[in-house]
């Protein structure tokens, strides 16, 4: 669990971020940050799921000394690579080899171990032998990171699940080596029969090998579908970094000279050409466009620039040829800006403590005190040492959580497969208990509760005038264009029928377009162009711009033969799901808040179509960072549903990312869920199936430690014999199992049954 120290600390200037290895649970976590918290002039946060420890410290401090104190704590740290050093070679598939090895030869070597315990029928002379052969490298080298950990536990007076599944697993392996050597259990044709009477026995028949290995493999299976997600932790920083232009045609002397990206410096001329990327951030010096920043603001409409207009990096110029100085490259641009504040919001994020783990806080020295306390009070009346052996043994077997290793990846298997079926990514367990605490969700405007395209909404032709007639002519023309306006104009035209053939086309600088078309000069753009162009502007066709953008809408006239012959209004149109989904988000219990950085007319006239009361617009991209942390300092929990490079860093840094599929690759890995439907009721179906998951994982949690808590006056007792052990195990994880595959029935809210 990631926990923030509240020691104020005014005098440490310096930052910095290690890379811990080591931690296998979040007390791992919150174990090297007190060490560190409690050095003089350090205040630290260590967040296991990036495996990151985010430390200020005063000048007198160094980072070695920072590193000797994880280390002598039990763990190790290094300073982490720099983002741009990390490229699609360098990500982390090898580490996933060696847990996969360790499980499925583990899982191979368990399978006839576990069958012929629970067959009897099968169990053939000598087979406790094979058994014992089969189940030794499990526990001892399938096993090895939980008895690594269990030991650095212990030497720093800790208790976590390793160590109870530690001192399990070898406590039913060592018993099971005295009862095959010693006691009766290595007698050739002895079998474990299915006897459920509860009896006193003094163990030296009794092996427990099955439950050795089987908890080895649960819990080995675990850790390593955990790995798998947690080694994304830095994709969406490398998806951030891919997005910049990779060389740029920089002016010498008036020569174009092709060179990397990386040698560009502050002052250097460079030319973009139309569909290409602007190498880094800069002023235009000569030319004009329109340049498409969606992927950075999330704003459909291209902005339109000239001279002395500022230009960012990696947007595309996607008409004319630009001439554009470089301001600031490298660390300095907002690409790179924007990738720092995506990492700081990972480091900075708490990570959600395991419920496992809280409860094994507990648990496991409750059970490790009642094995003690058995075999003291056996020893004290006299029953010998083979019988108080025995119980106490049974008690750290009984208690070795079989079904709790299965109580998580089960309903998370399950939870998760269910959500892809409806379009729902879930990343991790830590995202469940997110969902639960949530209670207000800010909506990104553009892709999110709109489509992100362009669309055209309404036809007004001028008195006298044909509406097909106005649609088809000025379709024509914008057909030549690429901007997106007139990609949707001329889409909408083409729906109505074919469009004529133009000639003479003319961009007029961002403004609009020209071309004749069945011998007409047709002027498609800006009401002030065509009044600039002295073509008159009826009233009726005045009002009706005035209307659409009075409603956040961008009107264009088309006029031809010295008159506007009628306006078209062309919006970013909400998707016909948003408003119900709105109203099913409200029904979680949740407040919604429009956020954009669109103007505060278009996103009131959203607001209002979708019933949100609350909207903030014109925030800059990296504005909506400072947005999210604002609502969180308010006391509220936050979720963000975005789509673009822009909300990335807001997913990153609310307590919960929902990101929409058909976003950028940015935004869906920083963000919590996914949401591949591009439907915001996909986001209402993530949230209700995250917390019908996390119901049905601390149900299995709550019955999983409910065996184990039942068992253990019969273990301390002395009357558990190993086929109520068995039995117990078995039934407590078919339980486990049949709960979780009740996550199978979840039903989007499209559905009849919910």
């Given at each position: ?47 296991y799921a990036t495996e990151k420890a985010t430390v200020r410290y005063a000048d007198d401090v160094t980072p070695d000394d920072l590193i000797d104190t994880v280390q002598k704590t039990g763990y190790s740290a290094v300073l982490p690579a720099p983002p741009a050093a990390v490229g699609p070679a360098a990500q982390p598939v090898d580490e996933l080899r060696g847990p996969r090895t360790r499980l499925w030869v583990s899982a191979a070597l368990s399978v006839p171990v576990v069958l012929l315990a629970m067959v009897p029928a099968w169990q053939f002379d000598y087979w406790q032998w094979l058994s014992l052969t089969l189940a030794a490298p499990v526990v001892v080298w399938g096993g090895l990171p939980f008895h690594r950990a269990a030991w650095v536990n212990l030497r720093h007076g800790a208790a976590t699940m390793d160590t109870l599944v530690s001192l399990g697993t070898l406590a039913a392996f060592g018993w099971s080596l005295w009862a095959l050597f010693l006691g009766d259990a290595g007698t050739p044709g002895m079998t474990h029969p299915f006897r459920l009477a509860i009896s006193r026995t003094d163990g030296v028949g009794n092996i427990y090998l099955e439950a050795a290995a089987g908890v080895t493999v649960f819990l080995l299976a675990g850790r390593y579908f955990e790995a798998r997600s947690k080694r994304t932790a830095g994709a969406a920083l490398r998806a951030l970094l891919d997005l910049g232009a990779k060389d740029v045609a920089v002016l010498r002397d008036g020569v174009e000279t092709r060179i990397p990206v990386d040698r560009l410096a502050v002052g250097d001329r ?485």
């Amino acid at each position: 669990m990631t926990t923030t120290s509240n020691r104020p600390l005014p005098e440490a200037p310096n930052r910095i971020e290690l890379a811990i290895g080591g931690m296998t649970c979040a007390a791992c976590a919150a174990r090297v940050e007190k060490k560190l918290n409690r050095m003089d002039g350090v205040s630290a946060t260590v967040n296991y799921a990036t495996e990151k420890a985010t430390v200020r410290y005063a000048d007198d401090v160094t980072p070695d000394d920072l590193i000797d104190t994880v280390q002598k704590t039990g763990y190790s740290a290094v300073l982490p690579a720099p983002p741009a050093a990390v490229g699609p070679a360098a990500q982390p598939v090898d580490e996933l080899r060696g847990p996969r090895t360790r499980l499925w030869v583990s899982a191979a070597l368990s399978v006839p171990v576990v069958l012929l315990a629970m067959v009897p029928a099968w169990q053939f002379d000598y087979w406790q032998w094979l058994s014992l052969t089969l189940a030794a490298p499990v526990v001892v080298w399938g096993g090895l990171p939980f008895h690594r950990a269990a030991w650095v536990n212990l030497r720093h007076g800790a208790a976590t699940m390793d160590t109870l599944v530690s001192l399990g697993t070898l406590a039913a392996f060592g018993w099971s080596l005295w009862a095959l050597f010693l006691g009766d259990a290595g007698t050739p044709g002895m079998t474990h029969p299915f006897r459920l009477a509860i009896s006193r026995t003094d163990g030296v028949g009794n092996i427990y090998l099955e439950a050795a290995a089987g908890v080895t493999v649960f819990l080995l299976a675990g850790r390593y579908f955990e790995a798998r997600s947690k080694r994304t932790a830095g994709a969406a920083l490398r998806a951030l970094l891919d997005l910049g232009a990779k060389d740029v045609a920089v002016l010498r002397d008036g020569v174009e000279t092709r060179i990397p990206v990386d040698r560009l410096a502050v002052g250097d001329r460079f030319v973009v050409r139309p569909g290409e990327k602007i190498a880094t951030d800069g002023v235009v010096d000569e030319g004009t466009s329109a340049v498409d920043a969606s992927m950075l603001t999330g704003e459909s409409v291209p902005v339109e620039v000239g001279p002395g207009d500022a230009v960012v990096g990696a947007t595309i110029n996607t008409a004319g040829r630009l001439v554009v100085t470089a301001t600031r490259v490298g660390a300095d641009t907002q690409l790179a800006r924007m990738a720092e504040l995506v990492e700081q919001a990972q480091s900075g994020k708490a990570a959600v403590q395991r419920l496992a783990d809280r409860i094994s806080g507990v648990f496991v020295p409750i059970v490790i005190t009642l094995a003690v306390g058995t075999l003291g009070w056996w020893l004290g009346t006299g029953a010998g040492p083979t019988a108080a052996f025995t119980a106490a043994v049974a008690v750290l077997i009984i208690a070795c959580p079989c079904a709790l290793g299965l109580a998580t990846p089960t309903a998370l298997l399950v939870g998760t497969g269910r959500g892809a079926q409806l379009g729902v990514l879930i990343k991790g367990p830590e995202v469940l208990e997110s969902t639960r605490r949530v209670d207000t969700v800010v909506l990104d405007k553009t892709g999110t509760v709109t489509t992100g395209r362009m669309t055209v909404v309404d036809v007004v032709p001028a008195a006298g005038e044909e509406h097909a007639e106005l649609l088809r002519l000025a379709g024509a023309v914008e057909a030549a264009s690429e901007h997106p306006i007139a990609r949707a104009v001329a889409a909408a035209a083409a729906e109505a029928g074919a469009l004529p053939p133009v000639s003479g086309f003319a961009n007029l600088e961002g403004l609009g377009v020209t071309a004749t078309v069945d011998g007409r000069a047709v002027l498609v753009g800006r009401p002030h162009l065509l009044r600039e162009r002295g073509l008159d502007v009826p009233p009726e066709v005045a009002r009706a711009v005035t209307d659409a953008e009075a409603a956040g809408r961008t009107a264009i006239l088309a006029g031809w033969d010295g008159r506007a012959r009628g306006m078209l209004a062309v919006a970013d149109v909400v998707r016909p799901t948003s408003r119900a989904a709105v109203t099913r988000l409200r029904a979680l219990g949740l407040t919604p808040i429009l956020l954009t950085g669109d103007n505060a007319t278009v996103a009131q006239a959203v607001a209002a179509e979708v019933g949100v009361t609350e909207v903030i617009a014109e925030v800059l991209p990296t504005g909506k960072v400072d947005v999210v942390k604002r609502l969180q300092a308010e006391g509220r929990s936050v979720a963000v549903v975005g789509d673009g490079v822009n909300d990335a860093p807001a997913l990153a840094q609310a307590d919960l990312g929902l990101a929409m599929g058909t976003g950028t690759d940015v935004a869906i890995e920083a963000s919590d869920l996914t949401l591949v439907r591009g439907d915001l009721n996909a986001a209402v179906d993530a949230i209700r199936l995250s917390r019908r998951t996390l119901g049905i994982i601390r149900g299995n949690l709550f019955w999983a430690f409910g065996y184990n808590v039942a068992a253990l006056p019969l273990a301390a007792a002395g009357l558990l014999n190993p086929m109520i052990a068995g039995a117990t195990m078995a039934f407590s994880s078919v339980f486990v199992v049949a709960n979780s595959l009740r996550l199978r029935r979840f039903r989007s809210v499209g559905d009849d049954v919910v």
